[in-house]
């Protein structure tokens, strides 16, 4: 049976609202980046559906998602398309949640979370408000004390979403992704692969080569991610998953310093296939 992908890679904000049609930007903006994170994640010989035209052979294929979403799996139904067993849902929120990575515990130093407006603690220099779900760099909002008009908007909105997480703005000298992948019992863990990205937007993934990274920072890159793992199947959550950190500097003279776990994706990632010898999806 052949695999036909559907790279939704908009499901972060599907899952922040389900029964939210997104806007055309919004879907041109995945589109742009699709076709390059298909060409990472999706094997030789296998197909990519845009999730709209016809698939003749429909009974020849299996679906696969970037993150099987319940609206990405109804397509794959309406197009007859099997599909693999799915984590639900509420599993898919819950672990795709920024909550959920800072409940593992905050990472970075006075970083804290809020439900409501009085919790917020800023401190001098500059921080970073983030939602519960973004997609390519968005939900993502650089303040100061004091909040102007449009940040409190901004902040309000967010919140009627979810929780926000509050972080110091902190100087980026390295990123990477570690994968993993959950199947009953077994989590397994991947290698580490360099992540280059723009005010927050990915744009490339790359293999590392043997003694890119020391080897006490590879091994707790996948460590972190080991955790990570085992935190997501207690959760109820199964298949891929990534975790993002970065090597970083808090103010000009501060020593460089990892981050090892700044965000899971309880889905694929980008560059995600580029960390194993052998994927253990297929």
């Known amino acids: 049976m052949q695999r036909v ?46 999730g709209r035209s016809e698939l003749h052979d429909a009974s020849e294929l299996e679906g696969r998602a970037f993150c099987p979403t319940p609206r990405v799996l109804a ?51 500059e921080w970073l408000l983030k939602r519960a779900f973004g997609f390519a760099g968005r939900g993502q909002r650089a303040v ?7 940040d409190e908007r901004w902040l309000a909105a967010s919140l009627r979403l979810g929780g926000v997480e509050v972080e110091p703005c902190v100087e980026l000298l390295r990123e990477v992704g570690s994968p993993g992948y959950i199947e009953g019992e077994r989590v397994r863990v991947g290698d580490p692969v360099e992540q280059f990205c723009v005010a927050g937007v990915w744009r490339e993934s790359r293999r590392l080569e043997p003694g890119d990274l020391a080897d006490d ?43 090892l776990r700044s965000e899971i994706n309880a889905r694929y990632s980008m560059g995600w296939a580029l960390g194993w010898s052998t994927r253990p999806d297929l």
Do not use: I
């Open 5 to 50: 992908w559907h790279m939704n890679l908009t499901a972060d904000l599907e899952l922040e609202s389900p029964r939210k049609t997104l806007s055309a930007s919004t879907l041109r903006t995945a589109e742009r980046f699709a076709p390059r994170a298909a060409s990472l994640l999706v094997p030789r010989g296998d197909r990519v559906w845009d």
């Open 75 to 125: 397509r794959f139904a309406a197009a007859d398309v099997c599909t693999r067993p799915a984590p639900s849902l509420d599993v898919l929120r819950a672990t795709n949640d920024r909550a959920f990575c800072a409940a593992l515990g905050r990472t970075l130093p006075r970083a804290h979370g809020l439900t409501c407006r009085s919790e917020l603690r800023l401190g001098p220099g």
């Open 144 to 150: 100061r004390a004091p909040l102007t008009e449009s």
């Open 217 to 259: 920072v590879a091994a707790s890159l996948r460590g972190a991610a080991r955790e990570v793992g085992h935190a997501l199947r207690e959760r109820g959550y199964f298949g891929p998953f990534g975790v993002d950190a970065y090597l970083y500097r808090l103010r000009s003279l501060d020593t460089p310093r990892w981050n």
